[in-house]
């Protein structure tokens, strides 16, 4: 059973407009949520993380909002530039991280 | 800084032919290490990881085994490579938390 859950496998978003990923989860006790971003035949680089006592993070473009009521987070990019085109993967530690299925992001021009 | 190297970046092995896909770190000591795979359709799923040398815990039943042979060494392998065993294998060291793990370049594998 899948404990993170990405249920949109892809996005597509007008350059300059506001790209926003969701994420689910089952474990109430993950510390730690993460997002990452991955292009094809690359590793997944870190991008952006929040701990369970807060409910924002944020950093340049990229924001992160954890509602652990409803056990949801997404992640907001704003603006999207075409560079953002890539498969995102939210994460949860636990404490070994688990990844969900990934959401492909297409910034179009 | 640290640094994880992964090799090599593709492969294409028969099938019942063995596995030896390595991971080194530098720049840090003790580094609890990680293999996670990317099979098509899914998300990165964590197969193995290790806390230290000769200590290694598995997360799935498989075809496949690790070993850590050097503190900041880490070798996935497989006796006799199956179809499904095909996938995007990547290495990863970190102590998780805020920071996450820092991942490798990954190794496309083809089983054929």
């Known amino acids: 059973d899948q404990q993170v859950k990405q249920n949109s496998p892809s996005l597509s978003v007008q350059e300059g407009r506001i790209s926003i990923l969701n994420c689910d989860y089952t474990n109430s006790m993950f510390d730690y949520f993460l997002w990452y971003k991955k292009y094809p035949a690359e590793g997944p680089t870190f991008l952006i993380s929040i701990s369970s006592i807060k409910d924002k993070n944020e950093d340049g473009r990229f924001t992160v909002f954890l509602n652990k009521s409803a056990k949801h987070l997404s992640l907001h990019i704003v603006p999207s530039q075409p560079g953002d085109s890539a498969v995102y993967f939210c994460?949860?530690?636990?404490?070994?991280?688990?990844f969900g299925k990934g959401t492909r992001l297409h910034i179009l021009p | 800084s640290q640094t994880i190297h992964q090799w090599p970046a593709t492969l294409v092995q028969p099938v019942g032919s063995p596995l030896s896909l390595e991971c080194t770190v530098e720049?840090?000591?003790?580094?609890?290490l990680y293999w996670y795979r990317q099979a098509a359709g899914r998300g990165l799923q964590l197969l193995f990881y290790?806390?230290?040398?000769?200590?290694i815990s598995s997360e799935v039943p498989q075809n496949l085994s690790a070993s850590r042979p050097q503190d900041r060494q880490f070798i996935l392998s497989s006796k006799k490579l199956l179809l499904s065993d095909s996938g995007f294998y990547l290495c990863a060291w970190g102590g998780g938390g805020l920071g996450g793990y820092t991942f490798g370049s990954g190794t496309r594998l083809t089983v054929v």
């Open positions: 994460a949860a530690s636990a404490p070994e991280i688990i």
């Open positions: 720049g840090t000591s003790n580094p609890n």
């Open positions: 290790s806390v230290g040398i000769g200590q």
